[in-house]
């Protein structure tokens, strides 16, 4: 019984940064593998990052360098630090997490209702 609500979505021009957030209930958000996935109109979704219960990150290809993932285990909550962020960035934003022993780049099966991301001039 995982429900997460992400915020922090928003316009933004290219270049600039944002900073989505995901809050998640439950008591055993520590034990969580957490993600997340971003869907563009007409293209399949895509994984962005991960973090692992122990706090290992993993990052896609698009994110790799300009993105960072974290989580507050205190606050129940896991960020994504998004820079340099590109007209293609845009997309909605999904969390998601996942049992400890979920494949990072695959995501579990609980997901949040998604934050919509623009990056244009």
């Known amino acids: 019984q995982v429900q997460l609500v992400e915020s922090g979505g928003g316009l933004v021009q290219p270049g600039g940064s944002l900073r989505l957030s995901c809050a998640v209930s439950?008591?055993?958000?520590?034990?969580?593998?957490m993600a997340w996935f971003r869907q563009a109109p007409g293209k399949e979704r895509e994984w962005v990052a991960a973090?692992?219960?122990?706090?290992?990150?993993t990052y896609g290809d698009s994110a790799k360098g300009r993105f960072t993932m974290s989580r507050d285990n205190a606050k129940n909550t896991v960020y994504l630090q998004m820079s340099s962020l590109k007209p293609e960035d845009k997309a909605v934003y999904y969390c998601?997490?996942?049992?400890?022993?979920?494949?990072?780049?695959?995501?579990?099966?609980?997901w949040g209702q998604g934050t919509q991301v623009t990056v244009s001039s």
């Open positions: 998601n997490a996942g049992g400890r022993d979920t494949p990072l780049y695959r995501g579990g099966p609980s």
């Open positions: 973090i692992s219960s122990g706090g290992w990150t």
């Open positions: 439950g008591s055993f958000f520590r034990a969580l593998n």
